[in-house]
């Protein structure tokens, strides 16, 4: 991953786009990652808190949107909330796809939604915000990984790929928009800290209960022994290689941008969407 000394966002510029997805998952093999079906159950993990997750993300940026003043961030936080919605609804089709392969997946969807609504009572709209931006990291730096492994993202079915790689292009689109929001009303470096340490232990632990309840609730797949060494050390490789990105956020002065993503993110633009003209717009920015 690559590093500037940019500490805030190109103010007065604003990229992010939204863009209407549809996607058909008919025919999608059940292990859709590398054949591998711990790897398939970690992302189907992943997507089936989105949902809600990305829910909250927009509640918890427009519980304090009237207290933002930047024009720009206003128009930022539009593209945002714009941009979730669509990922929530892309996701809401994946889940109906991993639905249709006979897992019970409403149990675990109910549980998402009464753990968000229980935070919701809970927390603070600072709190909450918190929240949001330590997700947004952890999206953020996975995004980004997805964007710049080639060997990673091919491993996908290309049907799967194609809703992955767009919600990893636009996540690292939009992955400065809750963190302004938060300096600009809140500032507040010591609960941002406390929150990510909190949502650390929360968001890996839950992963991986949901992903090991999918995996054991398949009598096929949880023997695949060699498939499951294989995954748990290609998790290992990316656990090392994002963990210093991670570790930024404890920062005083981080900043998301600070992870330079201007022209991975400009390169995929263009050979998802053919919209080279955001690479110009983006090349601009920065000069
Ligand atoms: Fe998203
Ligand atoms: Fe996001």
Redesign the pocket.
Known sequence: MTRTTASTSPRGTSTIQVRRQSFDFATTPKYYFDNNPLLSYLLTALSLT?PHG?RF?VHSVRNVRDRIKDDTLQKEVSAFIG??AM??HAHEDFNTFVESLGIDIQPILQSEYEKIEYAKTKLSSKQQLAVTCALEHF?AIIAQYLLEHPDFHKQLNPRVAQLWMW?AL??TEHKAVAFDVYQEVFADQAIRKRIMRVITTTFLSRISYLTFKLLLNDPVGRKQWRQHIAALKQLKDVFSTLAPAYLDYYQDNFHPNQHDSTQITAQWREQLFGEQIDKEVASAAIH
């Open positions: 989105f990305e993300f941009q979730e990922h929530s999206t919600h636009e996540e």
